[in-house]
């Protein structure tokens, strides 16, 4: 099944702090710490208020300042919650994500992506082709999750759009990053989700770069890496529909360089069965 959003294209969305209020935890998570205070002991993260330069370090930690692809790779795992049941490990994931950040005149930037995930067995690390289903016996066909399109949504200093096509009403939802820096790393926590179609979901996740390079202006996109944690329904080719329960993911990943440094695996695969589908420039969509 296709959905014409990216399931990673909200990062920061939804939380509703507002900007000021995402921005208000120091070093080690400690709130009010200032700017002159261990957050910015190093001068590595920008001051409290300076809502441009903390959107430009959104950008170099998620995507880039540069109009090219940027691409993360992640693998994970997906457990079943069903009842007071204990939690089974019933897939495991590989997969990318991939964004092209476009400026726009007005100061606000349009990100197109594109999200390609399959599912492998977890006692083998094998792609998937069927689902021996756990709960009812079942064996059924696997679809990858393809996911993305062109202008999906629109970034601005004080949160994201998606475009209409995505939401209809255009909502505003804010950035809830919350971001800390010790020793030699930063990271930002946030979470983003969806109430309604095409299916509820909650997403909390971390994302990490090194100290040293966020310092480097002229680094326009940092090799960063992420670990997060999915709540979703299950996926409809679960043959679950109905049935009581839900899904949990845990993935970790990291951006790359190029997609070339992806699995061989992986590349193969997506070459044979997605032709194209490993990049996110605006001109690669009809």
């Given at each position: 099944m296709t959905y014409d959003f990216s399931r990673r294209a909200m990062l920061g969305g939804l939380g509703g702090l507002g900007l000021g209020a995402a921005l208000s935890m120091g070093a080690c998570g400690r709130p009010g710490s200032t700017a002159a205070g261990p957050l910015n002991a190093g001068g590595f993260l920008p001051e409290p208020g300076n809502r441009e330069a903390w959107f430009k370090a959104w950008?170099?930690?998620?995507?880039?300042?540069?109009?090219?692809?940027?691409?993360?790779?992640?693998?994970?795992?997906?457990?079943?919650?069903?009842?007071?049941?204990?939690?089974?490990?019933?897939?495991?994931?590989?997969?990318?994500?991939?964004?092209?950040?476009?400026?726009?005149?007005?100061?606000?930037?349009?990100?197109?992506?594109?999200?390609?995930?399959?599912?492998?067995?977890?006692?083998?690390?094998?792609?998937?082709?069927?689902?021996?289903?756990?709960?009812?016996?079942?064996?059924?066909?696997?679809?990858?999750?393809?996911?993305?399109?062109?202008?999906?949504?629109?970034?601005?200093?004080?949160?994201?759009?998606?475009?209409?096509?995505?939401?209809?009403?255009?909502?505003?939802?804010?950035?809830?990053?919350?971001?800390?820096?010790?020793?030699?790393?930063?990271?930002?926590?946030?979470?983003?989700?969806?109430?309604?179609?095409?299916?509820?979901?909650?997403?909390?996740?971390?994302?990490?770069?090194?100290?040293?390079?966020?310092?480097?202006?002229?680094?326009a996109s940092l090799r960063s890496s992420f670990s997060s944690t999915y709540f979703s329904p299950w996926l409809p080719w679960m043959g679950m529909s109905g049935r009581q329960g839900h899904l949990i993911w845990h993935s970790s990943g990291c951006k790359l360089n190029s997609v070339d440094e992806v699995s061989e695996g992986y590349r193969a695969r997506a070459d044979q069965l997605f032709p194209g589908q490993l990049t996110a420039n605006p001109e690669s969509f009809e």
């Open positions: 950008m170099r930690m998620q995507s880039s300042l540069e109009e090219k692809d940027s691409p993360w790779w992640y693998m994970g795992r997906i457990y079943a919650q069903v009842g007071e049941a204990e939690p089974k490990h019933i897939v495991d994931l590989e997969g990318t994500e991939i964004y092209w950040a476009r400026p726009l005149d007005n100061g606000e930037v349009s990100i197109s992506s594109r999200t390609l995930t399959f599912f492998k067995d977890p006692a083998t690390g094998e792609m998937l082709d069927e689902f021996a289903n756990p709960y009812t016996g079942e064996s059924l066909p696997v679809h990858p999750n393809i996911l993305g399109g062109r202008d999906g949504a629109r970034y601005t200093l004080e949160g994201m759009v998606f475009s209409e096509r995505i939401d209809p009403a255009r909502e505003l939802r804010r950035w809830n990053w919350q971001w800390t820096h010790s020793g030699r790393h930063i990271w930002m926590m946030a979470s983003r989700g969806l109430a309604h179609m095409p299916q509820p979901w909650m997403e909390a996740f971390t994302m990490f770069c090194l100290a040293d390079d966020f310092a480097d202006p002229a680094i």
